[in-house]
């Protein structure tokens, strides 16, 4: 587990010394790129048992577009299917705004918050009664308004042969109306993948 | 080829985790109770409509004048239809703390433990210093919830990694550490507040001076009283020859149920002390009949682990291991049990004499809409056994 984050954050500094040693870069930004990750999930505390976010790998695509002239602010657009064989798979669909400093030449860093919904299943196939029979209703669970947080960083290089972005971020998701006892929920993921922005 | 084998391997893979979610429990005397009493007729009618209501299974019996009957409804694993039955083991939870507090006492009577000496006395510094107010708080406050010690299971670390891990069996000490740093609820002493931690850490003091706390109390209790289906400290992932009912929990209050039993069982099988014990309802019933009777300690030591401390109101809460209530507005010693898959109670009616258990294989812990309509349920169950 740690070896795979070692390996993320060697993959994004040597990046960054690539880009800080090439500057002069044009910022021109792309609208519309195809965002694919990987995406770590677990139940779980902000920052804690990251061992989790390992043991469950889902993927992600979305996109996105800047909401100003600079391109520091965008939003995201995302679906993501997590697999969690522990408290059951599910289907994560976001929005957030992002806000995107760069630090370097081309390195950006970025906070975002949004609004997203999750169609969480069973672990195992859920079963109810009707009529005093008891019938399987498979894994279909609960659909559940979401509060993603995040936070990331990556390396943007502007130029006709750099058409790709590598990213790493982590976010919150603040799960809500999980049960009567538990109205929110806390669920982690841990995210790395990569920006391709394709001459349109 | 590589590739059909290879996604048949994963298929079988996935196929053994889903079926790893379920034990095998089996029928183990292939019928259903029943006493044709007027009280046995309404005991069984009130636990049909309990099972009715989406209650998998449940078994309710007694111990009177009569001797012992018991009656039961429902599965013990709905999924392949296994009636719950007298001889399923049931989950316990935490009336286990009776058992752990009887092992204390008997410990007392053997002049190896005071119940007014610090716990710091019989824990090692490594231990002990995980333990918010660990000189104050002494071995009686621990019985009867008065330390302030603040709760584990509180610690939303602690439920999102228990959740998250289903197969997951956390050692004694690792519970500590979601108490370890935390401010006390309280001074020691000041008031009542029932806490896991404080049978968590008695099952370390009883460990620590018996060097076996289990086999401990399997020959001070178990023995003595002929138990031979009650087992401490469960193996995990071992079903006890099919005889382990499966457990279930609404994970998403919303009436759908789902099969648990190996999230309940990696969770019994890591607690001590404050949980951690399945057994048959007539031994459950034989073990709080041959404490209240004196088979297990002396009577003056049975009447310090009456003696009550008190709610906010000014009503009797808890003694040592043993919970004051009442049923009815009668007056009822015992206690009570949930957990993410069960629920149950074990409870003597001085007033009756008369000795009952009731258990559910559903989760108790998180709320339900089942349970609103199983709470009245109860009612008429306890009706039906008290009148």
């Known amino acids: 587990m740690k070896s795979t984050v070692i390996l993320m954050l060697i993959s994004l500094l040597m990046a960054i010394q690539e880009s800080l040693a090439q500057s002069e870069s044009i910022n021109d930004y792309r609208n519309f790129p195809i965002v694919l990750s990987l995406q770590f999930h677990s139940l779980a505390m902000p920052f804690k048992d990251f061992r989790s976010n390992f043991k469950n790998v889902g993927i992600g695509i979305g996109t996105e577009v800047s909401l100003n002239g600079s391109h520091d602010w965008v939003q995201q657009f995302d679906f993501v299917w997590i697999k969690n064989k522990g408290i059951g798979n599910a289907f994560h669909i976001s929005s957030q705004a992002a806000w995107r400093p760069m630090i370097g030449a081309d390195v950006f860093t970025e906070v975002k918050l949004g609004l997203g919904y999750i169609l969480a299943k069973h672990p195992s196939p859920a079963l109810i009664q009707k009529d005093g029979q008891w019938t399987s209703k498979g894994k279909k669970g609960k659909g559940m308004l979401t509060v993603p947080v995040g936070l990331g960083m990556g390396y943007y290089r502007y130029s006709e042969d750099w058409f790709v972005s590598p990213f790493l971020g982590y976010q919150l998701l603040l799960v809500s109306n999980y049960n009567q006892t538990l109205p929110i929920v806390p669920q982690t993921l841990i995210q790395t993948g990569l920006r391709i922005h394709p001459t349109y | ?387």
């Open chain 2, 1 to 387: 080829m590589k590739v059909y084998v290879l996604t048949a391997a994963l298929l079988l893979t996935i196929s053994n985790y889903a079926l790893a979610q379920t034990f095998d429990t089996q029928s183990c005397e292939g019928k259903v109770l029943f006493e044709s009493s007027n009280r046995g007729r309404s005991i069984q009618s009130a636990l049909d409509k309990l099972t009715q209501n989406q209650i998998p299974g449940a078994v309710a019996a007694i111990w009177d004048n009569n001797g012992f009957q018991i009656w039961s409804s429902g599965y013990a694993k709905v999924e392949n239809q296994v009636p719950m039955e007298s001889c399923h083991l049931q989950y316990i939870q935490s009336i286990a703390k009776t058992y752990l507090a009887v092992s204390i006492l008997q410990l007392y009577e053997e002049g190896r433990i005071e119940l007014e000496q610090a716990l710091t006395a019989y824990l090692p510094k490594q231990i002990s210093s995980l333990i918010p107010n660990a000189e104050k708080v002494n071995v009686r406050m621990l019985l009867n919830h008065t330390s302030g010690i603040p709760e584990y299971n509180y610690d939303p670390r602690y439920v999102t990694r228990l959740l998250q891990n289903p197969n997951r069996v956390l050692n004694p000490e690792e519970y500590l550490k979601y108490i370890n740093g935390k401010k006390p609820d309280f001074e020691p002493g000041e008031r009542y507040a029932y806490r896991n931690s404080n049978y968590l850490i008695l099952a370390l003091i009883a460990e620590n001076i018996t060097g076996n706390h289990q086999i401990y109390m399997e020959d001070r209790i178990f023995k003595p009283l002929g138990l031979v289906d009650t087992y401490y400290r469960i193996e995990y992932e071992n079903d006890y020859q099919g005889r382990l009912v499966n457990s279930y929990w609404d994970r998403f209050s919303n009436a759908h149920l789902e099969n648990i039993s190996v999230l309940q069982n990696s969770n019994v099988a890591s607690m001590i002390g404050d949980d951690g014990i399945i057994t048959t309802p007539q031994e459950a019933l034989t073990f709080l009949k041959g404490l209240l009777e004196g088979e297990l300690l002396k009577p003056e030591t049975l009447d310090i682990m009456k003696e009550w401390v008190l709610r906010q109101d000014g009503t009797p809460a808890y003694g040592l291991g043993l919970t004051y209530s009442k049923f009815l507005g009668i007056s009822a010693i015992g206690h009570s049990g949930g957990g993410l898959g069960s629920g149950c109670q074990l409870y003597y009616f001085p007033e009756e004499d008369l000795y009952m258990f009731l258990g559910i294989n559903l989760g108790t812990v998180t709320e339900s809409p089942i349970h609103t309509k199983a709470e009245k349920i109860l009612e008429e169950i306890y009706m039906a056994i008290l009148k």
